[in-house]
């Protein structure tokens, strides 16, 4: 015996996730399969993950500190567990970028296993319930702008491939006035005093 579902789908807005889920009594088949997602943080990271992810770097804060690090945290707000199958870097040509993962991940990785991530509803989960990704960025160059990739592949719905662009972003044009006060002292009448002040740039971009 064979029975028909009828699905009717209708977008009104947006990406749409979700699934069907269907019990009988059958030993193996009672439950169909739970569905898992993706979702990165922090939430401004990306606009949607339909239209892409991207993270800046500060280039002065950069060129400051020798280097910069931020985090990216893998979630997983879908039903399954969701499989992290690859994490790499893309576009990295001059070598500006690199990864720190987590032991876990990165031995999971190497054994050709997928690293496993629990939803965020279950209360008792069987696997961490996020991931954390550190991407670290240090200037090859005095005043580069290389371009990268954060690549995340894995078994969610919504998207199996999270590429997450990385750029450096030049602070703008800053002045600086030195000294910001300037005293004269005492000048009399009919002479002449001079005084020198330096105009500087303290920003990422020429000022004009």
């Known amino acids: 015996m064979r029975t028909t579902l ?12 979700g699934h069907v889920t269907g019990c009988n009594n059958h030993p193996d088949l009672g439950r169909y399969e ?21 993270y800046e770097f500060l280039a002065s ?11 990216i945290t893998v979630l997983n707000p879908g039903e399954g567990p969701l499989e992290i199958t690859g994490v790499f870097l893309g576009l990295n040509e001059d070598g500006a970028y690199s990864l720190e993962l987590p032991e876990a991940l990165a031995a999971a990785l190497a054994a050709g296993e997928p690293y496993m991530v629990s939803p965020l509803k279950e ?9 954390s990704i550190r991407v670290r960025y240090t200037p090859v160059e005095a005043g580069d702008d290389p371009s990268g990739r954060l690549i995340i592949e894995n078994n969610s719905t919504n998207r199996t491939t999270v590429r997450v662009g990385l750029a450096v972003r030049k602070a ?17 009448l009919g002479e002449t005093a001079e005084r020198t002040i330096n105009v500087l740039n303290i920003g990422g971009e020429p000022l004009s």
């Open 34 to 54: 739970r569905l898992p997602a993706i979702e990165l943080s922090p939430t401004d990271l990306c606009k949607g993950l339909a239209t892409g992810c991207s």
């Open 6 to 17: 009828r699905i009717l789908f209708v977008l009104l807005a947006g990406a749409a996730l």
């Open 172 to 188: 703008p044009p800053k002045i600086q006035i030195s000294p910001e006060v300037v005293d004269f002292g005492r000048v009399d």
């Open 61 to 71: 804060e950069a060129e400051q500190l020798g280097s910069l690090m931020t985090e």
């Open 123 to 131: 209360k008792s989960a069987d696997f961490p319930k996020e991931l």
